[in-house]
């Protein structure tokens, strides 16, 4: 059983740099969803996809995070010139919406890649 | 911001009910009440959902409260790998949306 899976799993940088998450959502699922969570807090909402298609992203996701799923499958969270509250980890989830049927809120979460900005 | 207030912290012993509170009186009638759980360094993970009648799965149930005001997830029988902060989230069934977490309740299971 594959789960959602994602690389890096941990990732130290320095002040300035860019760097590049990836996920792989369960195969079947069409939605992919992006958050962030820093320590002591619950997870925050940053993006989510259906298909390739972006259809929502938060005000969290300054002009210097960039987020892509070019053929509907795997994901990239690019953060570019990284700054120290940038260091959070960073949580994929993803979903199946079926058409034409409710969503019901089943995300199934990754275990995360922790970035480090020092 | 989250619709939901929970207790920041609670004990329970090993083996006995687990009984974890969240108010969301603020809730609207086509919104659903999620739970989540988060064991430490691990994603989020999916317990149970429900909109206005009690639900039960292999996990947890979950007491909603006539007025959908208030509900409750009950651990039947704590273990120490239930140790995790739980997260209620309410959310629009249907909704293209996100889940909007808050800072849950960090449930200590002891011996």
């Known amino acids: 059983d594959t789960g959602v899976s994602q690389n890096p799993r941990h990732k130290i940088t320095k002040r300035g740099q860019n760097v590049t998450f990836r996920c792989d959502p369960i195969?079947?699922?069409?939605?992919l969803y992006w958050y962030r969570q820093t320590l002591g807090q619950g997870p925050e909402f940053l993006t989510y996809f259906q298909n390739e298609a972006q259809l929502e992203k938060s005000r969290l996701l300054s002009d210097r995070f960039s987020a892509e799923r070019p053929k509907g499958s795997f994901s990239t969270l690019e953060i570019q010139r990284t700054e120290q509250g940038d260091s959070a980890m960073y949580l994929c989830?993803?979903?199946?919406?079926?058409?034409?049927?409710?969503?019901?809120?089943?995300?199934?979460f990754g275990e995360g890649s922790r970035l480090t900005v020092l | 911001d989250a619709k939901t207030t929970q207790p920041t912290s609670m004990d329970c012993a090993e083996g006995r009910a687990a009984n974890l509170p969240c108010n969301h009186s603020t809730i609207s009638g086509n919104e659903y009440v999620y739970w989540y759980r988060q064991i430490h360094s691990q994603g989020p993970q999916y317990i149970i959902h429900g909109l206005k009648n009690n639900e039960t799965n292999e996990m947890a149930s979950l007491i909603i409260t006539e007025d959908r005001k208030s509900s409750t997830l009950i651990l039947p029988h704590a273990t120490l790998r239930d140790t995790a902060v739980y997260y209620c989230i309410v959310r629009e069934g249907g909704s293209q949306g996100n889940l909007i977490f808050g800072k849950g309740t960090k449930l200590s299971v002891k011996p």
């Open positions: 195969s079947e699922h069409n939605r």
């Open positions: 989830a993803s979903s199946y919406k079926r058409g034409g049927i409710r969503d019901l809120g089943e995300l199934f």
